[in-house]
């Protein structure tokens, strides 16, 4: 599956209750207790899961309608066996391709730094617009010090999260360290979903990175990708439904 979610531990089960209806449950087999213990990030993984159904079914013409939690919601502090989503599939002549569809199957959460290249500001202005239309706005945040202190709260709370050292070998453990690994477990994420790839990936997987080697030095890791990540960021977008 395309859609992204936490680790790509690929958290969803489906139903097909009707042959135009689908039934989306999280997988409560597919959990990450130590990195995410309130399923947040699960719930969110099920949220895109929905998102690129619609994306791709609007290509071939056929609107997805949802209704969220059609037996009953339940709390945000556990799960219960109940769908999260009830998508009909409706074909409609009226519906819109969305053009983010051909964007699905490169999408990728890149961890390396960003270029210096800074967006024009028409590719600004064209970022904020693509939220009028919805139920959140977009926030440019581009003054050099509220940029630092974005940067620098980051690389703060990724210091206090990389020192729970069970929630580091959780992540560890979904890592693929080598193309083996990837095609064993078919769930997880390696180099090339970091942004690694061509000869830097096949030096990493062969030379410079291993499991055991992960193990000791994970945390400074994450700490050091998330200050130069921040470093090499011109510019940050807050959703203004997190205030």
């Known amino acids: 599956m395309l859609s992204a979610n936490p680790h790509n531990i690929q958290p969803w089960k489906v139903a097909f209750p009707a042959e135009n209806q689908i039934l989306l449950y999280v997988d409560s087999e597919r959990l990450l ?20 159904l619609v994306v791709a079914a609007s290509h071939f013409g056929i609107r997805v ?18 769908p999260v989503a009830s998508l009909t599939l409706v074909p409609d002549e009226t519906i819109k391709a969305d053009p983010l569809f051909q964007y699905l199957a490169i999408r990728q959460s890149t961890k390396t730094p960003y270029s210096s290249e800074i967006l024009s500001t028409q590719q600004l202005v064209e970022v904020q617009k693509a939220s009028e239309q919805a139920d959140f706005s977009i926030q440019l945040v581009n003054k050099q010090d509220d940029h630092d ?3 620098n709260f980051l690389t703060e709370a990724m210091v206090v999260e990389e020192q729970k050292s069970a929630r580091s070998l959780e ?17 997880g994420f390696g180099f090339p979903q970091n942004g690694v790839t061509g000869p830097k990936r096949w030096l990493a997987e062969t030379l410079l990175v291993s499991r055991q080697k992960a193990e000791n030095d994970w945390p400074r890791r994450g700490e050091n990708n998330t200050q130069s990540g921040g470093e090499h960021s011109s510019f940050w977008f807050v959703d203004q439904r997190f205030e």
């Open 33 to 52: 207790p130590q990195t995410d213990p309130i399923h947040c990030q699960i719930l969110i993984g099920q949220g895109t899961f929905i998102e690129v």
């Open 65 to 82: 309608d949802v209704n969220y939690f059609p037996q009953g919601e339940y709390d945000n502090q556990s799960l219960e066996a109940k």
């Open 149 to 151: 202190t974005i940067a």
């Open 171 to 187: 992540t560890i453990g979904m890592f693929r360290f080598n193309d083996q690994e990837m095609r064993k477990y078919r769930y």
